[in-house]
């Protein structure tokens, strides 16, 4: 029950009996959202959100013989297939978005009992109950000072690699709202490929993977981030020895 809500099976809402295919529902939530970038069932509330209707789930011994499970995996990156991760950069910049959001309606929330504790306030306000200009402005200036420009707080650094091997360049960003992230070799911008994966976490951590390196891929990369704030960008230099 302490679950992310749109992550939660319906029978444990229901307080009914749980097993083996409440925890598929919860897989089946986390790989459609890492497979498209968005929640299958989440509302625009927690109890929008918590309204779900049971439907069919594979059992666990039907999953494991699913094709996408028991067909062979090949581990030559040529033929490997390379999803987007565009989609699951934009759902983590909204989980970004609504954390502040309910920071935000947490305060408000704050601003209306302290509001109700004064003279002349005999009923409990409610969320659309108007707040003082005073809260209002607190408010307003709290979101103002949210807003920044993207920096870093762990810049890119030089890196030697062997030829074949897997070169990692890492950095951490901050800044709201969330900076948008391109990578670059020399002057032009990098696109992902079965060789080129570009990872980026809730918490700000955004690195560039290159996978089998070889001399060919000594340059100079840079992290540009961008809000719309301002712009940040970090540089290091990639040598791949023979």
């Not at 809402?13 to 529902?25: C, K, P, R």
């Not at 929008?48 to 209707?53: I, P, Q, R, V």
């Not at 409610?126 to 979101?143: F, G, H, I, K």
Request: hydrophobic residues 35%.
């Amino acid at each position: 029950m302490h679950g992310t809500p749109e992550f939660v099976a319906p029978e444990v809402i229901g307080y009914e009996t749980v097993s083996l295919a409440t925890d598929m529902w919860s897989i089946g939530v986390i790989c459609y959202i890492l497979l498209s970038g968005e929640s299958p069932f989440q509302g625009n509330s927690e109890a929008e959100t918590l309204a779900l209707e049971p439907r069919r789930r594979i059992s666990c011994e039907e999953a494991l013989v699913h094709s996408w499970i028991a067909e062979p995996i090949s581990a030559d990156p040529r033929t490997t297939k390379c999803l987007s991760k565009e989609k699951m950069k934009r759902y983590l910049a909204k989980q970004k978005w609504k954390k502040t959001g309910k920071a935000l309606l947490a305060l408000k929330r704050m601003a209306l009992l302290s509001k109700a504790d004064g003279p002349g306030s005999p009923t409990p306000p409610t969320e659309d109950s108007p707040l003082s200009p005073e809260a209002e402005q607190a408010l307003r200036s709290l979101e103002v000072k949210l807003q920044g420009v993207p920096q870093f707080s762990l810049t890119l650094t030089d890196q030697t690699a062997s030829q074949g091997s897997t070169a990692r360049l890492s950095c951490h960003l901050t800044g709201y709202p969330d900076p948008e992230v391109v990578w670059l070799r020399g002057e032009e911008p990098l696109e992902e490929s079965s060789r080129v994966q570009i990872e980026y976490e809730e918490d700000g951590f955004c690195t560039l993977v290159l996978d089998q390196v070889g001399p060919e891929d000594s340059d100079i990369y840079t992290c540009r981030a961008t809000n719309d704030q301002g712009e940040a960008l970090c540089s290091a230099k990639l040598i791949v020895k023979e």
